[in-house]
Structures are given as structure tokens and as C-alpha cells.
């Protein structure tokens, strides 16, 4: 019977991998869409709900003709996010150049309070600053 164990650990694989967590296409089809607008100084809304295991379209408008970006490191690094749209963060941060926009598809992380803030010197004391509540 030994040698039907390699073959059980390879169908199991198989199921664990179409039955991941990761969700497919047609999730972030349904996925949320939020605008989060960027200027200086400040994000709005700046108090974001979000619902825990929902996936969301972030849709980061930067309507300033200035550079701003969305820094969440916790919030980023405990959201799932969508494979395509990793490399849109980078150190936890969302760059968004002046009059763009960014979208970045992720499903919300546990429950919790996460500081969210623009990296850009001195624009958070300006009043970049907010935060992401996951209910
Ligand atoms: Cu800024």
C-alpha cells in the first residue's frame, strides 16, 4: 500500500491549491469599489470602513497636481492582495502620481484599526493622515 502514498499527497495537493483561499477571477469581479482621494493635505474620506474577508477595488485618485502616496504597511501586509496588483505597493505604500490614479483589488485583513498616512515630507504633519477600520 506504500506506494499509493506519494499519489494521495499529490491529489491532496492538487485540492488544497483549487481550494485555497486565494479567490479566482470572478471574486474580484464583485470586488467593492471605493474611491480614495488623495490631495494636499489630506485623504477622503480619511475614516475608511472596510469589512473583513470582502474583496475591494481601492481606487486611489491623487487630484492634486502633486505626488502623494497611500502608506498602510500594516493594512497592506495583512490585506490579501490581488497577484496583478503587488508590485502597484511597495514598502507598504501606493504611489500615486500627481492628477493619476491607482487601483489595487485586495480582500480586507482581520478586524482592527490600521494607521494609514502620505509618506511625503512633512505631509502628514499637514494632515495626510487617516485610517482604515476592518469590521
Ligand atoms: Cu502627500
Known amino acids: 500500500m506504500s506506494h499509493l502514498r506519494p499519489f494521495a499527497a499529490l491529489v491532496a495537493l492538487i485540492f488544497m491549491?483549487?481550494?485555497?483561499?486565494?479567490?479566482?477571477?470572478?471574486?474580484w469581479a464583485n470586488a467593492r469599489s471605493l474611491t480614495l482621494q488623495l490631495s494636499s493635505f489630506k485623504f477622503e474620506p480619511s475614516d475608511i470602513r472596510l469589512e473583513h474577508g470582502v474583496p475591494y477595488d481601492l481606487h486611489f485618485v491623487n487630484t492634486s497636481s502633486h505626488g502623494h502616496d497611500f502608506a498602510g504597511k500594516e493594512f497592506f501586509a495583512q490585506a490579501q492582495i490581488r497577484p496583478e496588483d503587488r508590485a502597484k505597493i511597495n514598502k507598504g505604500?501606493?504611489?500615486?502620481g500627481g492628477g493619476e490614479s491607482v487601483d489595487v483589488h485586495l480582500i480586507a485583513p482581520s478586524p482592527g484599526s490600521y494607521k494609514v498616512r502620505c509618506t511625503h515630507f512633512m505631509h502628514s504633519a499637514f494632515g495626510m493622515t487617516g485610517r482604515i477600520v476592518v469590521q
Do not use: H, M
Open 17 to 27: 491549491s483549487s481550494a485555497g483561499a486565494q479567490p479566482g477571477s470572478d471574486a
Open 93 to 96: 505604500r501606493v504611489e500615486v
